[in-house]
């Protein structure tokens, strides 16, 4: 694992890569509020053995990358887009496989709609549908909202209480899935991550976040071959938006977590792994995908 900054007229995005420069990129994109640091070393690490040379980064107002001030978002989701396509110019990447989670996979499809020229293929990882037609979301659960809602209000200055508000939202994401919560596991990683933000706090300026507009509804547009892995009891983003994404892309796959949440959860990162690993060597060229 090597850190690399990626600078794209003023702004400053931290990169980290796993693997081998000359097999398949693959760029993954964490959620909103999140940092790289919300992909398990474990999961890279797993990828990268599989031939993939992967790399993780943080979005503006996380993490290491350039930071504004508290309440300002002076950035649109088509920025945050556009952001994955100069961290692969910065890499002398001409195409790679993205695979989002959560807004990163809404990232993923604007990406892929915006530069189609750049995206091999897209894995979405409990991602939601950037709205169709007929489509009926279920919504998030209300104890998951209500938790979120309390962001406004705490003390981010002050440690202990911004990490056990991390820790608590870990623990509603897992929500019904039958899967352990290792909490110090959990607590470790939140740590880690306040301590090596350079503004913690800038990370709910993502709440603010508008745009995209002219991306809105065209999900079916998307020719970038489809992975979308959804677990079935996702509290945050229902399982609906899993199927009804495979649903919207003319050959998309659907893997179902079942009893999964909205969780990248170490029981589930072999069948993550296999899954993503199948899809990207089927859409790459014999000899890698640069």
């Given amino acids: 694992m090597s850190e690399r900054i990626i600078e794209s007229g003023d702004i400053r995005l931290c990169t980290e890569h796993f693997g081998r420069e000359g097999d398949a990129p693959v760029l993954m994109l964490m959620g909103a509020a999140s940092s790289m640091l919300g992909w398990p070393d474990g999961l890279m690490e797993q990828l990268a053995r599989t031939g993939h040379f992967v790399i993780r980064y943080d979005h503006r107002d996380t993490g290491r990358s350039s930071h504004g001030v508290p309440g300002a978002t002076p950035y649109t989701l088509d920025d945050l887009a556009s952001d994955a396509i100069s961290v692969l110019d910065g890499y002398g990447i001409e195409r790679a496989h ?61 440690e202990a209480e911004a990490i056990g508000f991390q820790v608590e939202l870990s623990r509603l994401c897992v929500g019904r899935a039958r899967r352990s919560f290792d909490e110090a596991r959990v607590r470790a990683r939140a740590v880690q991550d306040y301590r090596r933000a350079l503004a913690p706090q800038c990370a709910l300026n993502h709440a603010g976040l508008s745009g995209g507009l002219e991306w809105y509804g065209r999900t079916r547009e998307i020719e970038a071959p489809l992975l979308v892995i959804h677990g079935s009891v996702d509290p945050v983003i229902d399982h609906a938006h899993g199927v009804a994404l495979s649903r919207a892309v003319k050959g998309a796959r659907l893997v179902t977590l079942q009893d999964a949440g909205h969780d990248l959860h170490p029981d589930d990162w072999e069948t993550m792994t296999r899954a993503i690993t199948a899809h990207t060597s089927a859409a790459s060229p014999p000899h890698g995908a640069r």
């Fill in 98 to 158: 993205l695979v989002g989670m959560s807004l990163g996979g809404l990232l993923c499809q604007m990406a892929a709609l915006k530069y189609p020229e750049r995206v091999r293929s897209l894995t979405l990882i409990s991602a939601q549908i950037f709205s169709e037609p007929d489509f009926e979301d279920p919504g998030m659960d209300p104890a998951v909202l209500a938790h979120f809602q309390r962001a406004a209000t705490l003390n981010w200055s002050d």
